[in-house]
């Protein structure tokens, strides 16, 4: 069977309410999107993931298609762009790729740790109910013992420091209308994911109604007939 | 005349024991090279810069060849790849050219603004004397009225800060020799202008012996032969 010819099957990660919110899930929606490849979902719990799979994988996103099987976001992104050379390019040569991945070492680094922090009690309360133990375990554990109730607390004083990490964004959005220039690349799909994972959960909008993000926001989920518009999502301005 | 076929002249700047030392300059130095193009070089101090182009530029770099006479290293960077076609491009195309720009844009807010603040007052000490006060006055405004010297006080426990901000760096240069990926690129150029700066005057080492950056900044220093080797250097390394 050649693999190229065949729909990819993505797995992803589903909330209390349907959403579908792991941000790494949705790069590889939006990738996808981008290369113009139809998938299946296939949309899990927390703990019906190491089951599924078993024990092979242990977090989403996983696609599957033809022979090949594979997690983790950024080995998806590298293999769908060897896989389907047909098709647009994620990566238009080595140099876009590790600009990509510095990005990604960035926002992690930088805008997505903080998140995790504002948003982990409130992931913890919008999944579902019998995948909460599950989460509580093991992010307490990445929360060196702290609970989750803690790691929320006073969270609204940690907002001036997330919106000042998302400065550079602001910065580079006055001159283009994507982080990849003229036309979206990964980098707005990882940046996006991410603002989709908060807005799946948030009782919290995370920027002031007037941030200047908001046009890029809007675009970003405009894109590929609205791939990030869903009713059930939460507000990510105030 | 074709300015093409000129040499392009360099303005840079220059300090009291004849290193060059602006991190934009640095930048611009670096990309000459990388595209195979010789310069003369013309060093300034700060006081002569307005004079010397009328009041036409302010700060350096300031390129100069054939007709074409443009400051500010972004749009002399993208000059050159248009100006010079035949040479190696510095931009493979617009999605890398974005992609540096946004890192630009991080690394301009999270580690230049900290590396300026803990080496100003090194900065102004190594500047030859008579442009002490022009430097003094100037960034004095841009502190917001504190003296070079307040901004210096306490320095090294603003150390830890400015090393956590490069960890983003640390990660991707444990997959990739360079930020650029297996070669470098422009946003190489960029953080290793922003540590040649830094080594051009500092009596505080900014990162400690061990720090894995150290292989990045010796390959990068050794570039074009040995573009960034200076006897005059002072450690980076604690």
Not at 18 to 36: C, E, F, M, Q, T
Not at 123 to 142: G, S, V
């Amino acid at each position: 069977m050649n693999s190229a010819q065949s729909k990819p099957r993505l797995y992803g990660l589903v909330i209390d309410n349907g959403l579908s919110i792991s941000p790494y899930v949705w790069r590889i929606r939006y990738a996808l999107a981008h290369k113009g490849l139809l998938c299946e979902t296939v949309s899990l719990g927390f703990t019906e993931i190491a089951r599924t799979f078993g024990g092979r994988f242990k977090t989403v996103p996983v696609i599957e298609h033809g022979d090949a099987m594979l997690a983790e976001s950024w080995d998806i992104a590298e293999h769908l762009d060897q896989a389907f050379p047909g098709h647009p390019p994620l990566f238009a040569g080595p140099a876009e790729h590790a600009m990509v991945r510095l990005t990604d070492a960035w926002f992690s680094a930088e805008i997505m740790r903080k998140m995790f922090l504002l948003y982990v009690l409130d992931i913890h309360n919008a999944i579902r109910p019998e995948d909460r133990a599950y989460f509580r375990r093991t992010r307490e554990e990445r929360l060196k013992g702290r609970t989750l109730e803690q790691a929320a607390a006073d969270r609204e004083s940690r907002l001036p420091a997330l919106r000042d990490a998302l400065a550079p964004m602001r910065a580079h959005l006055s001159r283009f209308p994507y982080l990849g220039g003229a036309a979206p690349n990964y980098a707005d799909y990882i940046a996006l994911g991410a603002f989709l994972w908060v807005a799946g959960v948030s009782t919290l909008p995370p920027l002031a109604h007037d941030d200047t993000l908001r046009a890029w926001i809007d675009r970003g989920f405009d894109l590929y007939g609205g791939l990030g518009r869903d009713p059930r999502m939460h507000a990510l301005f105030e």
